[in-house]
């Protein structure tokens, strides 16, 4: 088994193939003036390949969804009998029904398209709304989706004692009380009403003000909306200190920013997307999923 990996993730890759035990390898991309990508694997690798590559931002970077392709033909075309992506963040989730007459269900279509090439995904946390199992999205034999509450739990239990954990609705809930559980915290959640892309209404637990510190925690941090409102409302409430922990830092535009004009001390994540904000490694958990994958 080898582990191959592009350039923007190198190095979770490269944690990755070391968690492994297993050699690892670089895939690697020109790019041509015109846009176009000329892709090289690896030449030597056969039986069982882990392409690792982050799928975060598809539209800014749909070429890497071409270059993933390219790789995965190349290396079944030279003797790869198995092909095991894992990608931490695994885009287009969201849209997974048609909400009005000739909208694409871009889940069905981006899951078709990965299981056209791979044998197996692993992804952490995918952001799922009407389905509940991930392989109704991606149809494959195997699909592992790791989820990163464990590795959350043991970030927390080190110095955030008698502190609040807070999530940011009731889809979270689930979720959210497993963080707490494992970190020996007390947890609530918020309610939340979205009014569009960069507007929600939040309303707070009762018991949130109460607390000296909260700790935010969410799956994703986008736009920073939600947290940003949240983080206001309690500071407000006279919380001294407000903290936020996400899995996948995408943080699009000013969010970074948004969250720290509305009082958020300490910004965490893992390492799905690299981002300034990385404190946790997911390469132990995203190994023993690809040895569940690929034995």
């Known amino acids: 088994m080898v582990v191959m990996g592009f350039d923007e993730t190198l190095t979770q890759s490269q944690e990755l193939a070391g968690a492994l035990g297993c050699p690892w390898r670089a895939i690697e991309v020109h790019r041509f003036p015109d846009g176009e990508s000329r892709v090289r694997v690896p030449p030597d690798v056969r039986g069982t390949g882990v392409v690792h590559r982050s799928l975060d931002r598809p539209n800014d970077k749909l070429v890497e969804l071409v270059e993933l392709v390219l790789a995965a033909e190349t290396l079944r075309g030279q003797g790869c009998d198995r092909l095991v992506l894992v990608a931490p963040y695994l885009c287009y989730m969201r849209q997974d029904i048609a909400f009005q007459a000739g909208e694409a269900v871009s889940q069905k279509v981006v899951g078709n398209l990965l299981a056209r090439y791979f044998d197996a995904l692993i992804t952490v946390d995918p952001h799922l ?27 927390l239990a080190t110095d955030r004692k008698e502190w609040l954990l807070l999530g940011p609705d009731q889809e979270s809930r689930q979720w959210v009380e497993a963080i707490a559980a494992q970190a020996g915290l007390p947890c609530a959640v918020a309610s939340k009403r979205r009014l569009g892309d960069r507007e929600v209404g939040i309303s707070l637990p009762q018991e949130a003000g109460a607390f000296k510190g909260v700790v935010l925690v969410d799956d994703i941090a986008s736009t920073g909306t939600t947290l940003a409102e949240t983080a206001r409302l309690l500071a407000r409430a006279g919380v001294a200190r407000i903290d936020v922990i996400v899995t996948h830092a995408l943080f699009t535009g000013d969010a970074w920013s948004r969250l720290k004009q509305a009082g958020v001390g300490a910004i965490a994540s893992t390492d799905s997307i690299s981002h300034p904000t990385n404190r946790m490694c997911l390469a132990p958990l995203l190994a023993d999923a690809v040895r569940k994958c690929a034995f």
Do not use: G
């Not at 494959?140 to 959350?152: D, E, H, N, Y």
């Open 129 to 155: 709304h009407r389905i509940d199992r991930l392989e109704q999205a991606v149809p494959l034999k195997r699909v592992l989706s790791v989820s990163s509450a464990t590795l959350v739990s043991r970030y």
